[in-house]
């Protein structure tokens, strides 16, 4: 069965990024990190997971004048393409909640009312979205159930 290993993120600084995604998930690591070119640009990466999921952050500094598709955000409101959001089942979502909370960050919608399921969205420093799911139900028609 296929499963997912990792997303590849571009972000302008990874710093925000990393220090939410550690808030979020303290058991996390950086599991490397380094610097190269990718395209003719320098660029710093680094990937932070445990040993069988991550994200790669992916820093470039690129001149806004020249390429400002590289720097422009996708605006979460709109129907543009791009990345809308991140979603990560944890087993405690007011666990989650209370350490993003308490390091400042504030949910900026707190999803739907679900009778088998319970989810919350952030945005990080970055502009990035991060959903957090907590199912109340293992039985999967009961989690994948849509209204």
């Given at each position: 069965m296929p499963r997912l290993e990792h997303v590849n993120l571009v972000?302008?600084?990874?710093?925000?990024?990393?220090t939410f995604l550690l808030t979020a998930f303290p058991e996390w690591r950086v599991r490397g990190e380094g610097r190269n070119e990718w395209e003719g640009?320098?660029?710093?990466w680094l990937h932070v997971?445990?040993?069988?999921?991550?994200?790669?952050?992916?820093?470039?500094?690129?001149?806004e004048a020249r390429?400002?598709?590289?720097?422009?955000?996708?605006?979460?409101?709109s129907a543009a393409p791009g990345l809308a959001h991140i979603g990560f089942d944890?087993?405690?979502l007011d666990d989650v909640a209370a350490r993003l909370n308490?390091?400042?960050?504030?949910?900026?919608?707190?999803?739907?009312?679900?009778?088998?399921?319970?989810?919350?969205?952030?945005?990080?420093?970055e502009g990035l979205e991060f959903e957090f799911v907590e199912y109340l139900?293992?039985?999967?028609?009961?989690?994948?159930?849509?209204r």
């Open positions: 972000v302008t600084a990874i710093e925000p990024t990393l640009m320098p660029r710093r997971g445990d040993d069988e999921v991550y994200l790669t952050l992916n820093e470039f500094h690129v001149d390429q400002p598709e590289r720097n422009r955000k996708r605006d979460l409101k944890v087993p405690s308490a390091a400042g960050y504030v949910a900026h919608n707190l999803g739907e009312r679900h009778p088998h399921r319970r989810n919350i969205y952030y945005l990080d420093g139900s293992d039985a999967p028609a009961e989690k994948n159930l849509y």
